[in-house]
Every structure is written in C-alpha cells, then in structure tokens.
C-alpha cells in the first residue's frame, strides 16, 4: 500500500538556524514526488516536484532532494514568513491519485 | 482573479440536513478533485473528473455525491450530514496531461452540530 509519512510533526526553529524536513514514502512505481506549503486557513501551494533519485529543486530558501526511499526539504536560513505546514505527496505511475503525508508544522521565530 | 475558488468558506449546519459545496477554477484545466482534510491535516482525495467524467473514487460514503456540469466547475453534495463530517474540504484542479501540480482552493470548512 502506497504510503508517506513526514516528520518531525512540528519543528520550531530561530531565525536563521537551518533545518530539513523529512519525507519517506512507500510506493510501487513512482511518478512523481511533490512538496506544498499550507499557511492557515489556506489551500496547499505547490513548491517542487521531483521525478528521480538524486534529483534537486532549489527555490529562494527551500531545497528538496529525492532518495528511493525518502525526500528532504532544506530549509537555509528560515524567515518568520516560512513557518507554515509542510506537505509531501506521491502519485503512482499509472494513477492520478496523490497520497499526501500529514505534514509537518514549522514555526521560525524572530 | 482566483484560480480556484469555492463556496462557501465556512459552513456550520446540523446533523441531518444537506449542503452543497461549488468549486470553479479558471486555469484551462481538465481535472478537478475533492480532498477531505481532518484535523490532523491529513488530506485525502475523495473524487476525481477528468472531463466531467469520474476517474477516482475512493471509498466515501455514498451520502457524498460529486457532479461536475462542465470541467470548469466541480460540485460536492453531502446528504444526511452527520458529526464525523466536521473537516475542511478542499477542490483541486490540475491538467491532466501534466497533472504534475494541483492548485488547490482555500477550503470550505463545515461543522456538523
């Protein structure tokens, strides 16, 4: 059964003290893994996907790499305004269903 | 202008009575879905269209039914609206050839009382 699961479920972090947010998943043949952001009260937005082990995105202060087995989200130098819910999601090859994980809560402080 | 808009963003009403929830997007895109988020933030899809035809569904209650008049708009009706239905609903939209990135809406958050 296809599966992803994220952690740490929360994270807080000063501003500026870089971290990386995991995601591992489970799934036969897969067609892609993605990343969102989700701020409160708000609707996922879409922030990479990545098709292939050794794969990398890069965007302002984000960074996600892919594994066969696991995705990092790298979080360079955090500004209060990244701290949001950050959700990983994986499509199956031959699917047009996303499995998502629960996500996890980052909080940057000041 | 949104992308993908729904209505409406809040709904509270009591177990038994039906409600609707529109969604619309104005993307060009030709796949619109449901997901359910619960309060642990666990979205799970619960309806796809491509085309206004149904190309997923996953086990929900049948009291959920889905209707998608053109592929612009995708509609969720819920009958017999009972407490577990407390959650945020959300509507995608993606193309389906590429079908790499779902925009989502900003959610219609119901509470059955």
């Known amino acids: 059964e296809d599966q992803v699961t994220q952690s740490p479920e929360a994270l807080r972090l000063q501003e500026g003290e870089s971290s990386s947010l995991n995601c591992s998943y489970t799934v036969s043949g897969l067609r892609g893994l993605f990343w969102y952001r989700q701020d409160p009260g708000k609707g996922p937005e879409f922030l990479f996907t990545?098709?292939?082990a050794g794969e990398e995105k890069e965007k302002e202060r984000l960074k996600a790499t892919l594994t066969k087995k696991e995705s990092f989200l790298h979080i360079t130098a955090p500004k209060p305004e990244d701290s949001a819910t950050y959700l990983c999601?994986?499509?199956?090859?031959?699917?047009?269903?996303?499995?998502f994980g629960t996500g996890t809560r980052l909080k940057v402080l000041a | 202008d949104t992308a993908v808009s729904q209505t409406p963003k809040y709904l509270v009403t009591q177990m038994g009575n039906d409600k609707s929830i529109k969604c619309e997007q104005n993307l060009g895109h030709d796949t619109m879905y449901w997901y359910k988020q619960d309060s642990k933030k666990f979205l799970k899809i619960m309806f796809s269209y491509n085309n206004k035809e149904l190309i997923i569904n996953e086990t929900v209650p049948n009291r959920f039914s889905p209707k998608s008049p053109d592929k612009a708009h995708l509609n969720l009706h819920i009958n017999s609206l009972e407490l577990g239905d407390s959650a945020v609903y959300f509507c995608?939209?993606?193309?389906?050839?590429?079908?790499?990135?779902?925009?989502f809406g900003s959610g219609t958050q119901l509470s059955v009382l």
């Open positions: 995608a939209s993606s193309l389906f050839q590429d079908g790499e990135k779902l925009f």
């Open positions: 999601a994986v499509r199956r090859t031959g699917t047009y269903k996303y499995i």
């Open positions: 990545l098709y292939s």
